[in-house]
């Protein structure tokens, strides 16, 4: 059991959570994830770590409640636990050699594109952080990610907070401009993040995104998270979930993102969950 230490709401129907998991804290990476059961039954999803704290033991995770496991575990206040968390799983960011780069987030992307500036700022780097949202009540994180970065640009899809217009502008404006950057990261949507790397293919610039598909258990076993990059199938789960976005087939993992969405409507109108994993209690 994982005691909530803290929780507050980053927008709607984002919250933040910060909870007590020592064990963890001391080896969570930036770009690791864990997998997260909110009660005994729930179901299993993936959550990337968003913040640790390794002197308090600390782990921060932020969500989206999108579907039945995320509204449960929502549902959890200060003082409640959370049944498991597993990990940290997933390879850790790699950002040897680098010394200016343009992380790029999108929406609740902004939440692993946040600690990902973090690291890169913490080893001397220089970032320049875009974070790109639908509009200005959806907006998470500016504070901590202005904390980190050289220069913050804030977009809108209808201008109602920062420049109107979508990531993909503000990057072509930066290059374009002489940013000079030797690698762009870029985490959010796979739309944004295919776009993104089609964007920065044209320059040559190095790009990295971070893969968050269909997961279960999070160790390579199920292949669930199967992604095609360089024509080769990958796991997520295994050998990510950061990967080389001039390579990722994103209109493959769009479709396989998309498989699952009426089920998932379907499982918010059920009164309780089974999970076809554990015997029913009559053996069959």
Known sequence: MFKILKRDVLAENVIRIKIDAPYIAKKAMAGQFVIVIPNENS???????????????TLTLIFQVVGRTTEELAALDEGDSVYSVAGPLGRASEFEGMKKVAVVGGG??????YPQAKALH????????IAGFRNSSLVILEKEMRAVSKNLIMMTDDGSYGEKGLVTDALRKMIDGGAGYDAVIAIGPPVMMKFVSLLTKQYGIKTIVSMNPIMIDGTGMCGG?????????????????????????????IRRNNMYKEQEKQSMSLREHFCRLYKLSDGN
């Open 43 to 57: 179901e299993r999803i993936p959550l990337t770590v968003a913040d640790y704290d390794r002197s308090l033991g």
């Open 108 to 113: 609740l992307g902004c939440a692993i594109a």
């Open 122 to 129: 913490e080893a001397g780097v220089c970032v320049d952080m």
């Open 225 to 253: 998270c199967r992604l095609t990059v360089d024509g080769k199938t990958k796991f997520a789960c295994v050998d990510g979930p950061d990967f080389d976005g001039h390579s990722v087939d994103f209109d493959e993992l």
